[in-house]
C-alpha cells in the first residue's frame, strides 16, 4: 500500500513529461526560410503609418515598430541618435553577436518629403515610400527573422534621412554617411537594398558596386532561379547607401531597380510591391549569408 502514492506520483510526473514534449513539438519551430508574403505585410504596415518624413509621428513610429520587430525576433538594437550637417539622424542598428560584423546590410526607411516627380499640386506632397523606403526595410526584417542563429556576425542597419536630396536644406544619404563616419570597425561586406520590391523587378549591375560581391550575389540568385530578376550586365551609376562604405574602401554593393516609373511620385504605393519580387531578393541574400558561415 506504502507504494501506491510513490506509483501515482511517477505516473503524474511522466505525463507532465510528456505534456511538456507534446507542447514543444506543437510549438511552431523559428522561421528558417525567407517569406515573400511576411515582407509584404512589412511592406502594407510601413505605408499605413503613413509617409515616414524624419520628423513626422509616422517617422517615430516606424522606428518603434522596428525596434520591437527585431527584438522579439531575437535580436539587440541600438539607437544611434546624431546629426549630419546639422540634419538629424536616427540610425537604428540590429546586432546578435558582440563580434566584429563581418557583413553588414542595409537600407533606408525615410520617405521623401515631397513627390516632385509628379505634377501640378500632388508635387508638394510627400511620398508613400512603399518600393523607396518600404521594401528595403521590409527584406531586412524579415532576414532578421529567418536567418540562423549561427551565421557570421551580422549587422543590420536602418538608414534615416536617406531622400532629403535636392530639396532645400536637403542631402542625400545623410544617414549613412553619419553612421560610416562612427565606424569603428569595418565590415568584410556591405549590402544596401533598396527599392527591391516592384512587382515588375529588373536588378541590373550597379557600376560603382563590388564586383566581387555583386558576382557573388547574382550567382547566387540565377542558382536559385531568379535569373530574370537579377541580370550581370551593367546600367546604372548610383549615389546611394552604400557610398560612404566604398569611401572608406569597404567593399558594398547595391541592390536596385531603378527602372521603376514611380520613382518620386504619389503613386510609389503598395500595390506597385509584389510578395514575389520581396522573395527573390530575401531568398537570394538568405542564401548567400548562409553560405558564408
Known sequence: MKRKPFLWLLLVGLVALGGLSLARWLRPAAPRAFDGQRAYADV?????????????????????WMRAELESAGWQVALQETEWNGRPVRNLLAYRSDEP?????????????VADRDPGPESSLPVPGANDGASGVAVLLELARSLPPDVVPLWLV????????????????????????????APQAVVIVDMVGDA????????????????????????LGYEQQFIPERKYSMLDDHTPFLELGIPAVLLIDFDYPYWHTRADTADKVSAESLQAVGDTLWHWIASRR
Open 44 to 64: 502594407l504596415y510601413q505605408v499605413n503609418l503613413g509617409p515616414r518624413v524624419p520628423g513626422s509621428p509616422a517617422h517615430a513610429r516606424a522606428v518603434e
Open 101 to 113: 560584423p563581418v557583413l553588414l546590410l542595409g537600407a533606408h526607411y525615410d520617405s521623401r518629403p
Open 158 to 185: 536602418f538608414f534615416d534621412a536617406e531622400d532629403g536630396g535636392g530639396l532645400p536644406g536637403g542631402e542625400w544619404i545623410a544617414g549613412s554617411r553619419a553612421f560610416a563616419a562612427s565606424l569603428d570597425v
Open 200 to 223: 515588375d523587378l529588373n536588378l541590373y549591375y550597379e557600376h560603382n558596386s563590388d564586383p566581387v560581391l555583386r558576382a557573388e550575389i547574382w550567382s547566387q540568385a540565377a542558382a
